[in-house]
Every structure is written in C-alpha cells, then in structure tokens.
Nanobody, 122 residues
C-alpha cells in the first residue's frame, strides 16, 4: 500500500509559478513511477507529466517548456514545477503512482493522492 499526499497548490496570477509536491509512504519510493494528472471541471482527468523509477520523464504537449517534473528518492517526494501558468492550467492536480514504468491513462495507476487545487487568474 502506498499513501500519497500532495501540497503546493493555490491561487496564482497568469504568468506566475507554483511547485507541487507529493510525498509518498508505504513502499520503496525508488521503485515507483509517479505521475501528475489534472482534472478541470467538466473535463476528463489527464496526464500532465510523469517520471519513471529510472528517471525517464514524460510531458504532455500542454506542459512542455513550462513544467518540470523531478523526484527526490531520499525524501520520497516527487515535484512538479509549473512556470508561466495560464488560466487553462486551472484544475485539481493529482499525484499517482504505479510500479517502475509510467503510463498514460488514469486507470493504469494504482495509488492516488487526494488532489490539490491550482487556480490561475487572468
């Protein structure tokens, strides 16, 4: 069993930055692939970025050049640095985990955090 706790969301103006954190417990963190998903009202949950247990990174087109994912295995934490935020980035952001390799769809992830709200004002 893995427990995930997100933090770092909030209200920011367009063009601003936020760093989301997701702290994991309950399993060897280094064996986990971690994903950041987001879900806006009325929309499906979508993968924003992911990092495998080996450090391979994935970014959705909407995140490329603006977001950066990283992990600190010593702290059992994955981060999502979000720069140049836009109003369309407004959503609840979820951290998710699965074993070793990342995947692209929510149903492929076993463990989920409770989510953190990100609101970008124009």
């Amino acid at each position: 069993q893995v427990q995930l706790v997100e933090s770092g969301g909030g209200l920011v103006q367009a063009g601003g930055s936020l760093r989301l954190s997701c702290a994991a417990s309950g399993r060897t963190f280094s064996s986990l692939a971690m994903g950041w998903f987001r879900q806006a009202p009325g929309k499906e949950r979508e993968l924003v970025s992911a990092i495998s247990s080996f450090g391979t990174r994935y970014y959705a087109d909407a995140a490329k050049g603006r977001f950066s994912i990283s992990r600190d295995n010593a702290k059992n934490t994955v981060y999502l640095q979000m720069n140049s935020l836009k109003p369309e980035d407004t959503a609840v952001y979820y951290c998710a985990a699965r074993i070793v390799s990342y995947a692209y769809t929510p149903s492929d992830y076993v463990y989920w955090g409770q989510g953190t709200q990100v609101t970008v004002s124009s």
